[in-house]
């Protein structure tokens, strides 16, 4: 069974810096997209940044410039750099993945990702 678990919320103040990282397990495609998506109270789930297993990502307008996907193709594992953090990046981050191929460019959507992790929290303080 397909298992992403993330890692490396917290607490930071406005302008700091989180590298949040999401670790997928038995994840068994070579075609895919995976990334990160957000929840804040009372709020939709939105997607923040992807990237599609060949190489290319895509980001929301909110986070352009601030945030950047990486992966370790090696270890599985993706990352969300995220700098200059905003009082409203404060929420539930998610880390996702579509079953197996995806269309392209990839998707921000949430309905077209089918696994999810647990979620970490990332909270910035103004």
């Known amino acids: 069974q397909v298992q992403l678990v993330e890692s490396g919320g917290g607490s930071v103040q406005a302008g700091g810096s989180l590298q949040l990282s999401c670790v997928a397990s038995?994840?068994?495609?070579?075609?895919?997209?995976m990334g990160w998506f957000r929840q804040a109270p009372g709020k939709e789930r939105e997607g923040v940044g992807v990237?599609?297993?060949?190489?290319?990502?895509r980001y929301a307008d909110s986070v352009k410039g601030r945030f950047t996907i990486s992966k370790d193709n090696a270890k599985n594992v993706l990352y969300l750099q995220m700098s200059s953090l905003k009082p409203e990046d404060t929420a539930m981050y998610y880390c996702?993945?579509?079953?197996?191929?995806?269309?392209?460019?990839?998707?921000?959507?949430?309905?077209?990702?089918?696994?999810w992790g647990q979620g970490t929290q990332v909270t910035v303080s103004s």
């Open positions: 996702a993945a579509t079953m197996g191929a995806s269309g392209w460019p990839p998707s921000l959507r949430k309905r077209d990702y089918y696994y």
């Open positions: 990237m599609h297993s060949d190489g290319s990502t």
């Open positions: 038995r994840y068994p495609y070579s075609r895919y997209c």
